[in-house]
């Protein structure tokens, strides 16, 4: 054939693909926790002296607290109009399909707040992110941090939610918004009743619902996102695993999640969750040990430092096939923040790209299992580690590898593949090297493999 039609083919077919592949984006924002009390120039907390009762923060740096933001508090309101200032300034380049705003909207120190004190933070942030995304849909999700009147948050955001959502948002605060002309459906849960007891009759209620909805999507053909504050499993970081927040569901919950994750592995293409306020992964294998589905954990907006260490601010923008749902990379966005506060003036970039970053193309269970298996045994030098490392803390730990010993990767890389708490258990106590090892003969996880592996590890 000739070349020159071989050349129009090719265009042809990179054509029809790029109809067929309907490419959209959507952004993550999360754990915003505004701090309406926040002082720029606070020189002991974050606030005005006449404000401080002993209940902020003892600050990491010395001098005053700066215009957008201090590592050891949480967000000002400069900070969070500067992120909305961004995102809308992407409007001309991007198509935003909607967004994703995954909770803790309010500061860790108003915990103390009346509602309506709270409802009234709230609605500030509502109000910017609708003037931000006049015209695209923003889907909430409940964290534990936010206000406890659901109605009150329902009537708030009932120009996002249609009917049927508002009804099951006000009941449990979960819901599934009904994308009419999509396949792609998105299904917010409400994580904080993850950490209920057993015979709780909300969370009881949620799993019934959220069995029901997967099961129609899968009937109908549909695939789906499910979007949570928290997600399932443990915090990656060694700090935080030596405390005690590193779990955020009850065991039970976590099981049950895990299991009906399987049950639909093939028709979620996404997970999404907030809360650990650090830029990681999950990967979430099936019984036969073969990678299954995946969940990504974006970055906060705040930089507060909590025990497991603080962030620069953090936005995420993701790229997806609008058809089938399928991700196909994300930009992450930051704000040095020493900068930012040095220069009085915000300039956000990108700090990386997902697809370069990692250079995956695609991201699937498969491409995210052989990731973290690149993780694994980082001792030394691993450059793709090195790389995780520094996005995990959005470039606060800018010195790459040298906060992070061997037995800190470890915890990564058993945070990022072990989310069943005893097998998350068993991966720490064993050696990095007999895990890497065992996991590149890729053979599949059962207790009977971890209990034999573990008596190997004993006897050496
Ligand atoms: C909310 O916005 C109003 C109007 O700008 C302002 O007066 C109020 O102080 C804000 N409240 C909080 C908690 O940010
Ligand atoms: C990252 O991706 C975005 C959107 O796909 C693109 O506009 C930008 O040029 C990329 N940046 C880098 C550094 O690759
Ligand atoms: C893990 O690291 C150790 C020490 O650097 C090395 O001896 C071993 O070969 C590594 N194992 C794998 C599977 O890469």
Redesign the pocket.
């Known amino acids: 054939m000739d070349v020159h039609i071989v050349f129009l083919l090719m265009i042809m077919v990179a054509d029809a693909r790029d109809i067929y592949e309907k490419i959209g984006y959507f952004w993550h924002i999360t754990d915003i926790h505004y701090d309406s009390l926040y002082h720029n120039g606070a020189r002991k907390g974050c606030w005005k002296a006449e404000h401080e009762g002993g209940n902020s923060a003892s600050r990491l740096q010395r001098g005053p607290a700066g215009r957008f933001g201090d590592y050891s508090c949480d967000a000002s309101w400069d900070l969070i109009e500067s992120a909305a200032q961004m995102m809308k300034s992407k409007h001309n ?2 198509n935003v399909e909607f967004i994703l705003w995954t909770g803790d909207s309010l500061s860790h120190f108003t915990k103390h707040h009346q509602d309506t004190k709270k409802l009234e933070t709230l609605q500030n942030l509502t109000d910017l992110l609708h003037k931000t995304f006049s015209s695209q849909f923003v889907f909430p999700a409940l964290g534990h941090d936010d206000p406890s009147s659901r109605k009150k948050m329902g009537e708030m955001w009932s120009r996002w939610f249609p009917a049927d959502s508002l009804k099951t948002f006000v009941q449990g605060g979960y819901y599934m918004f009904e994308r009419k002309t999509e396949k792609l459906q998105i299904v917010v849960l409400n994580t904080n009743l993850m950490r209920k007891g057993e015979n709780d009759v909300d969370a009881a209620k949620q799993w019934d619902w959220l069995l029901a909805v997967m099961r129609k999507l899968k009937k109908n053909g549909e695939t789906a996102y499910l979007v949570g504050h928290m997600a399932p499993g443990c915090d990656e970081r060694q700090r935080a695993i030596q405390g005690t927040h590193s779990q955020a569901f009850t065991d039970y919950y976590n099981k049950k999640y895990l299991s009906l994750v399987r049950q639909f592995s093939e028709i979620i293409v996404g997970q999404f969750f907030g809360h650990l306020h650090s830029d990681t992964f999950r990967v979430i294998y099936n019984e036969r040990g073969h990678p299954a589905s995946w969940a990504m954990l974006a970055p906060a907006l705040t930089p507060r430092r909590t025990a497991d260490g603080p962030n620069n601010p953090g936005l995420r ?1 993701y ?1 997806f096939n609008q058809n089938t749902g399928q991700i196909l ?1 994300y ?1 992450q966005y930051y704000l040095d923040l020493t900068t930012a506060n040095l220069d009085n003036q915000a300039k956000w970039s ?1 700090e ?2 997902f ?2 970053h990692y250079m995956i193309n695609n991201i699937t269970p498969l491409a995210l299992h052989n990731l973290a298996e690149k993780l694994s045994n980082a001792s030394g030098d691993n450059p793709t580690f090195n790389r995780y490392y520094r996005a995990n803390s959005v470039r606060f730990h800018s010195n790459q590898h040298s906060s992070c010993d061997a037995t800190c990767a470890h915890a990564h890389y058993c945070g990022i593949t072990r989310l069943d708490y005893q097998e998350h258990e068993h991966c720490l106590k064993t050696a990095a090297s007999v895990v890497a090892s065992y996991s590149l003969t890729s053979t599949p996880l059962n207790c009977f493999s971890l209990l034999s592996l573990f008596a190997i590890f004993k006897v050496r």
Request: aromatic content about 10%; overall charge negative; cysteine-free.
């Open positions: 380049d991007v923008l790229k990379d930009t990108v990386y790209n697809s370069a």
